[in-house]
């Protein structure tokens, strides 16, 4: 079974940092690519940080210099450092498989809030 839980977001303020951790079980996770996405309220989820297997990122304009991917293939972990926070940061996180995108494999996600 496929299982992605997402854990560390919190209720930070404008300028603030918190670093989310994905575990992820079932998958061949040390040679698959994965991504961090969000989703705010009313709006539809968006990509914000790729990590492929071998480090390799890319991360959406609005994050850029602000958030970094990272991986631990011997935890099965991925994270996202997100600094300098914003309020338009303010979302539900969620990791995603995507070399196992066509099953569309989600965590329950994780808040985060930036109050300004």
């Known amino acids: 079974q496929v299982q992605l839980v997402e854990s560390g977001g919190g209720e930070v303020h404008t300028g603030g940092s918190l670093r989310l951790s994905c575990k992820v079980s079932?998958?061949?996770?040390?040679?698959?690519?994965m991504g961090w996405y969000r989703q705010a309220s009313g709006n539809q989820r968006e990509l914000v940080a790729v990590i492929n297997n071998v480090g390799s990122t890319h991360y959406a304009n609005s994050v850029k210099g602000r958030f970094a991917i990272s991986r631990d293939n011997a935890e099965n972990t991925v994270y996202l450092q997100m600094n300098s926070l914003k309020p338009e940061d303010t979302a539900v996180y969620y990791c995603h498989d995507e070399t196992l995108r066509m099953f569309d494999y989600w965590g329950q996600g994780t808040q985060v809030i930036v109050s300004s």
């Open positions: 079932g998958t061949t996770f040390s040679i698959n690519t």
